[in-house]
């Protein structure tokens, strides 16, 4: 097998991998502003250079020549190589900047040029805390500035468009975002203007940079450059907690990570999955946040008086919940299921409602004709649309369903998106006594006779199943009124967490929404009906699903943990329609 | 958005020869931006945009091979554009003073246009003909070496009646003593 050394260790290599790929590939480490695994690689920025030499070889019996020491003889390159577009080859020879002086110098003399008329402003720079600029400067760049004359003026605040905002200064010019639009997106919306000290990325004269993937430009950017329009200013990198989840506004399951200070959502951003959405994420899926914060249901709510809806207690909503079923026959009972909501929620109403004596499940898919592309927006709108179905929810039609309604008395309604998609209108549900398990305040919890308050994917840990058969899934980021950071074991501690208590002052209840998972309230529903069926936590619904329901056969958390996502066997690509 | 300019058919047609020149439309920008200004007298960007249209490619790549080379006008110019290099020969041997008469002359500043929109001045950088310090350039073409004052108020009325000085051939040195 080809060989190839690299600071005076041996690796082993197959093909023709790029040598700053294959040595961050080996947990080694080269600084690098220009390079991205996804893109071409430029070698623009001259940040990863390296010492590379090649063993001189016999011509005619191709052995290598030895010296008087019995060592290989090394043609150095004559100059140094950036390592990011350097292929390897058998033999080859690298000295990075952890054994030689002079890769060490070399480095920081070209970030020494780099950061001449970078505006270094990082106290007020959104980009400051994961700015590999900044993280390198400290790593490998020069102490001081030995620049003393003015830096040159550029644009600042320019609105690329309606989500990105650049400030021109800061750029250096790696490429990355015009390279992002021209290669991963293909809607060459960027180039870089003028040349020299003077040059910059922009848009063409007149156009708008309203790329559906723009925003992934400002994740990809290494400096402060381009920052998103919505997050400016918002909060410091330092402050959030970071906590793995999945996309819920559409149907390809995007692997997101949630930005979460005091238990409020502030920012969603792409997390790498290499089977699923790579480093990116649509833009839509960015305005999800709002979703977690914004007009929750918190406490429940039950009408009284005709049609004003009232908070009321948990004891009596369960109360109220019960005798509701306790006053009708199982027929008459119409559980609808969510492709909104996660595999174990689904389930777990599905089974104490079976135990109960229900034997029919629908759910209406949410799908928008003509809404996706071939990259990661798709028609379904819903993130489990799988999920129910391999659950044993029946798909209906709109006009399926509103027949089914006019023939019940009691609708025990999990999507929370019934009306406002116009799947069917608030006239349809006057007649039965409706019960919708909610997140947020929408219309069609408005038109519910009873509300209970649950849950949302950044509170929870749960499972998606998307388009393509590919069970991944949440971890709870923000707690409720009932949860912890600390006790809750799924969760992350932040450093607030970690520091504060909640006696400090920058702590407060407010931003904690009084909800409960539904599997929760499900438990409580059945004991209270003195059905025997019991709930765990989600984990454990989750190995109960596995054992129980043959689609997903050997699914756990572990291993979705550990394989980042399952593919399911005998889920064929989803085939969607309204 | 490219209302107010069209190519003439023979433009395209002499697109469509530089087009034939390459395997790939790409390399055509810079031809044919080229032919856009000697048609417009400048690339403005509604002109990049008809450029990008007739090549069929991004406009935001035309954008970028446009402003990157100085001797692309991205806005509307004189008739005639006078290049005064102010870099070290030239700077040294009075092309300050040779920047600043002409900006007397006509009334304008460097970087600005006449009102009738004959001239236009700008200071730029080397052009490479320090042995004939001080130098200026007439619209990316003829070079008018030696300049004086006299010869200044020479090249402006010749300019005014639509003739451009001659290339002026400038013998080497060691050659005027060979013959």
Known sequence: MPEIFIDGERYEFEGKPKLLQFILDNGKEVPFFCYH?????????????????????????????????????????????????????????????ETSEEVARAQKDTMELILINHPLDCPICDQAGECPLQIQTYKYGPEGSRFEVKKVHKPKRVELGPRVTLDAERCINCTRCVRFTEEISGTHQLTISSRGDKNYPITAPGMEFDDPYSVNTVDICPVGALTSTDFRFKARVWEMNQTPSIDITGGKGTNVDLWVRDNIVMRLTPRFNAEVNSHWMPDAA??????????????????????????????????????????????????????????????????VFSTWGVNDYYFVPDVKEEFGDDFLLTDDQAPNTNGVKALGFTAQSTDEIKAAIKSAKVVVLLDGTFIDREVISSKDIKKPYVINLATNQTETSIAADLVIPITCIAEHAASYVNVDGRIQRSFPAKETKYTHRKLDLEMSEGRLDRHGTNFDNWVNEDNKIDCTPVWEFMNDLS????????????????????????????????????????QLTGISKEEVSA | MAKNYEFTPEDLQEIEIIKAKFPEVMPATLPTLWVAQRRFGHVEPEVQHLVAETLGLPVSHVHGVATFYTQYYKEKMGKYVLDICTTTSCQLCGGYDMLHYLENKLGIKAGETTKDGMFSIQSVECLGACGYAPMMQITNDVYVNNLTEEKLDAVIESLKEGKIPEFEPVGMPQHENRS
């Open chain 1, 286 to 351: 960015r305005d999800a946040y709002k979703l977690f914060n914004e007009n929750r249901v918190s406490r429940p709510t039950i009408k009284v008086d005709g049609d004003n809806q009232v908070k009321t207690s948990w004891n009596n909503a369960l109360e109220t919940f019960a005798e509701t079923l306790e006053g009708v026959k199982p027929k008459d009972v119409l559980v609808i299921g969510s492709a909104h909501a996660s595999v174990e929620e689904n389930y777990s109403l599905m089974k």
């Open chain 1, 37 to 97: 695994p996804e893109m071409s690689a430029p070698a623009n920025c001259r940040q990863c250079y390296v010492k590379v030499g090649t063993p001189v070889q016999n011509r005619e019996n191709g052995e290598y020549e030895l010296d008087e020491d019995g060592k290989r003889v090394i043609r150095w390159f004559p100059k140094m190589q950036t390592s990011c577009s350097t292929e390897i080859t058998d033999g080859m020879v690298v000295l990075t900047q």
């Open chain 1, 527 to 566: 004991k209270r009906l003195g059905l025997n069926s019991e709930f765990g936590i989600s984990r454990e619904i989750m190995d109960e699903i596995a054992s129980s329901v043959s689609a997903f056969d050997g699914v756990s958390y572990e291993r979705m943990d550990n394989e980042n996502g399952i």
